[in-house]
Each structure stands twice: as structure tokens, then as C-alpha cells.
T-cell receptor, first 115, second 115 residues
């Protein structure tokens, strides 16, 4: 039973480029969450998606960041025109049923470095 | 406002010592869930335990035990007879009934177990 998969594990971008982070949830899970971890900090919630729907994006920066979870394929977190402050670890989690009754299982994370 | 505080930033112990990691939370909800996750040096997040607000029974799993005290809004984690492999950052997290399921994390406690 494969866990949550994220790729790439490490991503280096120059300022102004686009970053695309992918997340495949655990088998049978249809709820995906994205979190960001800045150095020496805890994780901060960004967005919660179900298939083809954004449920809660209250933690997403208003500009340059977007997320999707299409009917087929992985969830994508897209960061346009990256800046140095976007350097962080981005974690994806998935759950079976959603809401706070469910445990979220995390992927290994994508470490984004912006030069 | 909802908040999770892990006052201990770093703890260092010698192998076989017992160690307790503190977690204090704030919430207005009467229904909520508390979690502990482990982040080893490799970087992934490993789920350890979930506890709902109506279940104040302490839990033991091998060398790990958790003490949930609603009266003091604390959910502390004890490792008995610590081992070098326990070295990691440990995060406490809160999920509220009225949220969409997003987790609120503390800043983490870095535990170093020395041989």
C-alpha cells in the first residue's frame, strides 16, 4: 500500500521561474492538503482540495500560488514567478474522508530552493 | 484563536533516559482532534497518534505514551528508555470541528538522543 508520493523531492529554480510540485495521494484517498514549512518553523496550512474542487484555500498567498486536483492525475501546486522567500519544504497530505475526523498522512515533501 | 505551543525548542538526552515533550493548545471548540507527528532527519513526516477531545484516556504504544489533560489543555508525549533512533523533530497539531480539516501545527521540539 503505497504512501503519499511527492515529486520532485528537490527543486531548484531561479527567481522569476515557475515551480510545479506534484502530489499523488494514498490509494483510496480523495482529499489532499498542502502545507508549507519554512526553515525552523512548523507546518502552515495552505490549501485543501478534493477531486476537481478547492475546499479551503484560506492559507494560500493571494498571488502567484495556485493548486488543482484534477479528476485524473496528481494534485499540482504551482508557484509562478518564484522569489527567494518561496524557498521552503512543501508537504502534501491525504486523507480518506476529509474533515477533522480523519488522519492526514504526509508525503516526503518537496524542498524548493530559489536562487 | 486556535494555537498550538511547544515551548521546548530543543531537548538533548542520553540514551535510555525518559523524556517528555510538552504540547499546550488553545481552541474555542468543544470538539477537536490532537495529533503528534515525527520528522526524522530524512525529512518526512510520520504520523504517531490522533486523539479526540472526548477521549481523555492516556495511551501507551510500546515506549511511547501520551497524556491528555483537558483541564490544562495539554497533550504531552513521553518516550521511555529513549534510543538514538528517536532523534527527530516532533510536532503537535490541532484540528478543530469547525475547520475544513486543516491542521494547526506547533513549531516543533527537536529531540537529540545521544549514545
Amino acid at each position: 500500500n503505497a504512501g503519499v508520493m511527492q515529486n520532485p523531492r528537490h527543486l531548484v529554480r531561479r527567481r522569476g521561474q515557475e515551480a510545479r510540485l506534484r502530489c499523488s495521494p494514498m490509494k483510496g484517498h480523495s482529499h489532499v492538503y498542502w502545507y508549507r514549512q519554512l526553515p525552523e518553523e512548523g507546518l502552515k496550512f495552505m490549501v485543501y482540495l478534493q477531486k476537481e474542487n478547492i475546499i479551503d484555500e484560506s492559507g494560500m498567498p493571494k498571488e502567484r500560488f495556485s493548486a488543482e486536483f484534477p479528476k485524473e492525475g496528481p494534485s499540482i501546486l504551482r508557484i509562478q514567478q518564484v522569489v527567494r522567500g518561496d524557498s521552503a519544504a512543501y508537504f502534501c497530505a491525504s486523507s480518506e474522508r476529509g474533515w477533522n475526523t480523519d488522519t492526514q498522512y504526509f508525503g516526503p515533501g518537496t524542498r524548493l530552493t530559489v536562487l | 484563536a486556535q494555537k498550538v505551543t511547544q515551548a521546548q525548542t530543543e531537548i538533548s538526552v542520553v540514551e535510555k533516559e525518559d523524556v517528555t515533550l510538552d504540547c499546550v493548545y488553545e481552541t474555542r471548540d468543544t470538539t477537536y482532534y490532537l495529533f503528534w507527528y515525527k520528522q526524522p532527519p530524512s525529512g518526512e513526516l510520520v504520523f504517531l497518534i490522533r486523539r479526540n477531545s472526548f477521549d481523555e484516556q492516556n495511551e501507551i504504544s510500546g515506549r511511547y505514551s501520551w497524556n491528555f489533560q483537558k483541564s490544562t489543555s495539554s497533550f504531552n508525549f513521553t518516550i521511555t528508555a529513549s534510543q538514538v533512533v528517536d532523534s527527530a523533530v516532533y510536532f503537535c497539531a490541532l484540528s478543530e470541528a469547525l475547520s475544513q480539516g486543516n491542521l494547526i501545527f506547533g513549531k516543533g521540539t527537536k529531540l537529540s538522543v545521544k549514545p
